[in-house]
């Protein structure tokens, strides 16, 4: 039987994931864990909770934003923050550093007509802000831990050259975006992608893509910033998110603790693996261990983050079945009905070169439910008349014009 590579990679995550998790606890054991949830009280995990509830709600808020800036106003801030769930969901089980979520966003989108380019296009905008943001913090949580002289020389060095090195593609992500200049299709051929015969076929497709993300970096700065306000009022949440977790695992919670930690965890997903399995832990444990707060209090506290994503993740799968099942929910985003195709016609009104959108499909009279499609070939040939018309009448209108001067 032949095994897919997407089995095999997903395969070898889950094992990578195992076994960084089996050398934490090997390491570390679990009763050593335990011992650090002493502290954990019904007050503080309910605040714990809200909070994360709080946050989710922002994010929910900022593509709110975001697709309103694109002209979309037809969906309702409960389903956009459904779909933010599921999105949350299926990104945190799959091993693809939070990154898988986002096609299944765009792909619900359609079923309030949006279509999935438009979607992802706005998703893309979300995602540039959060983890330009997110880069930004993490850089800032690893210089104050190089300055608190907690690290050796070696990753000292290391986590100061990675810093310089996010800091400047974000710099110039944003330089090419407000001067209007793409930074997708720039990669595409720097990295000489082009010249390969499977990739190629995408350039067109990646440039039509990175238009509309340029044009909102352009023309829309008063969404940017407003969405940019509410990705720093996430940050603010999650900060008094991780203090009530610094003091669940008995740790006196800091600002510049705080911090790092969340710093830290923000970045440990980023690894493909699924759940953050193994690389929470890790990252944690030698996070609290180089700040000298207890390594066992580092992976108590990877251990309440996940029980925390555990619950969305259940929520995530209470929503799809209420949607209908993940597979249903890709089965309608992707029938016609919803995606909506149009072709664009080419008309002349009075004298002026115009366009008409039209709809690749219509309803039946008497079967409501089916769906009849119009070859393109068949609208072309109606609607010919209406362009040999009126270029006819356009040429009338050129030679009385002529004739008068």
């Not at 608190?148 to 000292?156: D, I, T």
């Not at 993740?313 to 992707?334: D, I, P, Q, R």
């Amino acid at each position: 039987m032949k095994i897919s590579r997407t089995s095999m990679s997903v395969t070898f995550s889950i094992a990578l994931g195992l076994l960084l998790l089996w050398l934490v606890l090997r390491v570390y054991p679990f009763g050593d864990v335990w011992s650090a949830f002493k502290n954990v009280t019904w007050p503080l995990l309910l605040g714990y909770l809200l909070v994360s509830f709080f946050i989710m709600l922002t994010f929910a808020a900022r593509w709110n934003v975001l697709l309103h800036a694109q002209g979309h106003k037809n969906i309702t801030f409960s389903e956009l923050l459904s779909y933010r769930v599921i999105d949350y969901g299926v990104s945190y089980v799959t091993p693809t550093g939070k990154l898988a979520g986002e096609p299944v966003r765009a792909a619900m989108c359609m079923r309030n007509g949006i279509s999935f380019r438009q979607a992802l296009t706005s998703i893309t905008i979300d995602k540039t802000i959060e983890l330009s943001f997110t880069v930004i913090m993490f850089a800032i949580g690893c210089f104050l831990l190089i300055l608190s002289h907690a690290l050796s020389g070696g990753y000292a060095v290391f986590l100061a050259l990675l810093c310089c090195f996010l800091i400047f593609v974000n710099w110039t992500f944003y330089n090419r975006m407000w001067q209007g200049k793409p930074i997708f299709i720039a990669l595409f051929r720097f990295l000489n992608l082009d010249r390969l015969k499977f990739l190629s076929k995408y350039e067109h497709a990646i440039a039509e893509f990175e238009k509309p993300i340029i044009r909102f970096y352009n023309e829309e700065r008063k969404a940017y910033f407003y969405a940019l306000g509410l990705t720093i009022l996430a940050f603010s949440l999650s900060m008094v998110e991780y203090h009530f977790l610094l003091k669940m695992v008995g740790v006196a919670p800091s600002l510049g603790k705080t911090f790092m930690v969340f710093s830290v965890v923000g970045m440990s997903f980023l690894i493909p693996v699924p759940m953050g399995l193994g690389s929470l832990e890790f990252m944690q444990a030698w996070l609290f261990r180089s700040l000298a707060l207890g390594s066992a209090a580092g992976v108590g506290l990877a251990m309440i983050t996940r029980a925390r994503d555990m619950i969305w993740v259940l929520v995530a799968l209470g929503l799809a079945f209420y949607y209908g099942s993940l597979k249903k929910v890709f089965g309608e985003a992707f029938n016609a009905h919803y995606a909506n195709p149009v072709v664009k016609l080419t008309v002349f009104r009075g004298g002026k070169q115009d366009f008409l959108d039209m709809k690749l499909f219509r309803k039946k009279p008497l079967e409501k439910h089916k769906i009849s499609y119009m070859d393109v070939d068949s609208l072309k040939k109606r609607y010919d008349f209406i362009f040999h018309k009126h270029k006819n009448r356009t040429k009338d209108i050129f030679n009385k014009k002529s004739e008068k001067e």
